[in-house]
């Protein structure tokens, strides 16, 4: 598993338990920005202007986990709790539909990877 730097800046803004906890983990899971990550970020925005609120700043992060899965290769699965979205806003499952990304929820990421409690 792994996310991109960007979703680490969001969770120290909010200094809360789970900041703390990816902080504690912040060499192992986050990945800082590469020419390739870069360069689909670039794209996305172009392609989906309104995916970051530009006004209140809110989901500036969004555009970089997407960027981080496409540049990857192979490419990867995004894990996420969020839902719906279009074109006017889009959100990151419209997003992944229209890029070709697979986009799951945790309750499946725990069963494809079988794990139990």
Same mark, same amino acid.
């Given at each position: 598993?792994? /996310?991109?730097?960007?979703?680490?800046?969001?969770?120290?803004?909010?200094?809360?338990?789970?900041?703390?906890? /990816?902080?504690?983990?912040?060499?192992?899971?986050?990945?800082?920005?590469?020419?390739?990550?870069?360069?689909?970020?670039?794209?996305?925005?172009?392609?989906?202007?309104?995916?970051?609120?530009?006004?209140?700043?809110?989901?500036?992060?969004?555009?970089?986990?997407? /960027?981080?899965?496409?540049?990857?290769?192979?490419?990867?699965?995004?894990?996420?709790?969020?839902?719906?979205?279009?074109?006017?806003?889009?959100?990151?499952?419209?997003?992944?539909?229209?890029?070709?990304?697979?986009?799951?929820?945790?309750?499946?990421?725990?069963?494809?990877?079988?794990?139990?409690?």
């Amino acid at each position: 598993m792994l /996310a991109s730097i960007e979703v680490f800046h969001e969770l120290k803004k909010k200094d809360d338990d789970v900041h703390a906890w /990816a902080k504690d983990r912040k060499e192992a899971l986050f990945r800082e920005i590469d020419d390739e990550v870069q360069a689909e970020v670039v794209r996305l925005m172009a392609t989906y202007p309104r995916l970051v609120d530009t006004k209140t700043g809110k989901s500036g992060g969004d555009p970089f986990v997407i /960027a981080q899965a496409l540049a990857a290769s192979p490419r990867l699965t995004i894990v996420s709790e969020e839902a719906g979205g279009s074109l006017k806003p889009p959100k990151i499952p419209y997003v992944c539909q229209q890029e070709g990304l697979r986009i799951i929820n945790l309750l499946t990421l725990i069963e494809d990877e079988d794990w139990t409690f």
